[in-house]
């Protein structure tokens, strides 16, 4: 029988997943929202939640609910090599790729690097990244105590710091929101649904949900429907708190273009508003803010990927990994974090929709009695969208111009895709290749069954 959780222990898995996910990007990307949406915060805010927190928190459900292992067995229902290859892009990319890098290189640049004279940057920036990996190494090295490290220290700490600016510009803002630029003039929604992606929560939920799930269990909740209830109440206080911080920051950055001026990304805003209220303890603050909100993403990614691959590769232990990850990391953030969002963006453009879609297949799995062809035929339609938007992107981003054969590829999905244009051209394509080959599956399944009776 299922021990029974009081709301303490809801509350201290849901702050423990709530320090998992808020991260670098978490600070950086709503601050830099609020203040390139303006007056369409409202509506620019709403679309990043969705995908800065509703997929992030239908992924751990999902995770729950298909009654996978991991995310390796829930993609290997695609096919098993497709679970490798898709789940150590995944892992690589929230990993040592791009997410673990970047949460060295903000907490640097954003709560170090104002204090730093230009001659000496790269070396102050060597000395932070090896002191910050070697913390997190650490902790990661005994992930047992990650509940009680994490979630009952960290989280509540991040979120006292966060609160005093918070308060402090809600009470008395910097100004009045200014006029929306660039795509939240025309399509605040879309594009604040967009911004949600470089977070990567959505990618890191598909990893962080068996974290939370052996959390779980760890307290006495054993059986599949306890289970699922239990992490959608934990994810429920993940969630809130996310939501709460995001809206909180967004309405920070829209109300501090009068003081503060347009800035390039949300970093120097958040220390902006911190020097505006606090003046010489800005500096502390917004340090404690930046290093205790990069530090738990980081541990939480060093151990999510170490214990992936050690179990790919068993005759590499845990520790070593650990080591690897840390250290790879460390010389990546060293490359300067303009560098890291270059190059992830692309990725991720090509990695959400796949992300996206596996969710949707894990909830709507028993409809169609897991058919592996639906699984493999929904797969392929949205890869061969998703491949493209990150070659556009990448394009894009590097201000190259596309090939020939690229730009005709693009032109004829944004002739024949709805919402392509948007971002979400994979989007129907998917939902119907899930309902035909659904109703095929199951009609097979259906004929077999009256055959036999036969």
Not at 52 to 76: E, F, H, R, T, W
Not at 172 to 182: I, L, R, V, Y
Not at 352 to 377: C, D, E, G, K, Q
Not at 419 to 436: F, Q
Request: net charge neutral; proline share 4%.
């Amino acid at each position: 029988m299922d021990s029974k959780l009081s709301f303490k222990s809801y509350a201290i898995v849901g702050m423990m997943l709530f320090a998992l996910f808020f991260g670098a990007g978490n600070l950086i990307f709503p601050a830099q929202l609020g203040q390139y949406a303006g007056t369409e915060v409202g509506i620019a805010i709403l679309g990043f939640l969705i995908t800065g927190v509703g997929l992030p928190l239908l992924g751990i459900l999902a995770i729950g609910y298909s009654k996978s292992n991991d995310l390796q067995d829930l993609s290997s229902r695609v096919h098993p090599l497709y679970g490798i290859l898709f789940t150590s892009l995944l892992y690589l990319t929230i990993g040592p790729f791009f997410a673990l890098p970047r949460t060295g290189a903000v907490a640097y640049e954003v709560g170090i690097a104002p204090f730093v004279s230009d001659g000496s940057m790269g070396t102050i920036l060597l000395i932070f990244s090896i002191i910050f990996f070697a913390i997190a190494m650490f902790i990661s090295l005994n992930p047992s105590k990650i509940v009680d490290s994490v979630g009952k220290f960290l989280s509540p700490a991040i979120l006292v710091t966060l609160a005093v600016l918070l308060v402090a510009a809600f009470i008395t803002p910097m100004g009045e929101a200014g006029a929306p630029q660039g795509g939240y003039l025309d399509n605040a929604f879309m594009t604040g649904f967009l911004e949600g992606y470089n977070t990567m929560d959505a990618l890191a939920s598909l990893v962080f949900g068996i974290i939370v799930i052996a959390a779980i269990r760890k307290m006495g909740v054993n059986s599949p429907k306890g289970v699922l209830t239990a992490t959608l109440k934990s994810g429920l206080v993940a969630a809130a708190l996310l939501a709460i911080v995001y809206t909180g920051i967004a309405l920070l950055g829209a109300t501090s273009t009068g003081t503060l001026g347009l800035m390039d990304t949300g970093g120097p805003v958040l220390s902006g508003a911190s020097a505006h209220y606090f003046g010489t303890f800005s500096a502390l603050l917004i340090a404690v803010i930046i290093s205790l909100a990069c530090l738990t993403t980081a541990v939480g990614l060093i151990v999510a990927n170490a214990e992936f691959f050690h179990k790919l590769a068993p005759k590499v232990s845990y520790k070593l990994f650990v080591v690897i990850f840390a250290v790879f990391s460390l010389v990546v953030t060293n490359a300067g974090l303009s560098n890291i969002i270059t190059y992830s963006i692309p990725v991720l453009m090509f990695l959400y929709p796949l992300a996206i879609v596996l969710i949707l297949l894990a909830f709507t799995s028993p409809l169609f009695n897991h058919a592996r062809a639906v699984y493999i035929a929904t797969i392929t339609v949205t890869f061969f969208i998703a491949v493209i938007d990150g070659f556009k992107t990448l394009t894009g981003t590097l201000g190259v111009e596309n090939p020939a054969w690229l730009q005709t590829v693009i032109d004829f999905y944004g002739t024949v895709l709805p919402l392509y244009n948007e971002g979400l051209g994979w989007l129907l394509p998917a939902i119907i290749t899930i309902v035909v080959t659904g109703l095929i599956a199951s009609s097979r399944k259906s004929e077999s069954v009256e055959a036999v009776r036969n």
